[in-house]
Nanobody, 127 residues
Framework: VQLQASGGGLVQTGDSLKLSCTVSGRTTHAMGWFRQAPGQERACVAA????????YYADSVKGRFTISRDNARNTLYLQMNRLSPGDTANYYC???????????????????????WGQGTQVTVSS
């Protein structure tokens, strides 16, 4: 399984960006976006179930970020609006293989819940 994240860049405060993550190799299950700033832990900012019917957002991005997926295209998205310097980080997409006990309605927010990771795309927001 390979994940390819794209869409990062340098923007100004208040701007928007849309990240994409294309998966190849096999059918995916739940997916998530994580971010990691220098000196900080990698943390989940948004997660989505396979069906796309359940979503999670970190408090810091609620109301500004929207996670979505297109299973026909094996692609995950993160629409990021009203960006601020605090959003500056390397953004990673992740997915996991489905376990027998998993539901298509489950999402996951812990790093160790995911099996496969993209290479990261840098988002830098200037003030």
């Amino acid at each position: 399984v390979q994940l390819q994240a794209s869409g990062g860049g340098l923007v100004q405060t208040g701007d928007s960006l849309k990240l994409s993550c294309t998966v190849s190799g096999r059918t995916t299950h739940a997916m998530g976006w994580f971010r990691q700033a220098p000196g900080q832990e990698r943390a989940c900012v948004a997660a989505i179930s396979w069906r796309g019917d359940r979503k999670y957002y970190a408090d810091s991005v609620k109301g500004r970020f929207t996670i979505s997926r297109d299973n026909a295209r094996n692609t995950l998205y993160l629409q990021m609006n009203r960006l601020s310097p605090g959003d500056t980080a390397n953004y990673y997409c992740a997915t996991r293989s489905r376990r027998d006990a998993d539901s298509v309605h489950d999402y996951y927010t812990e790093r160790n819940s995911y099996d496969y990771w993209g290479q990261g795309t840098q988002v830098t927001v200037s003030s």
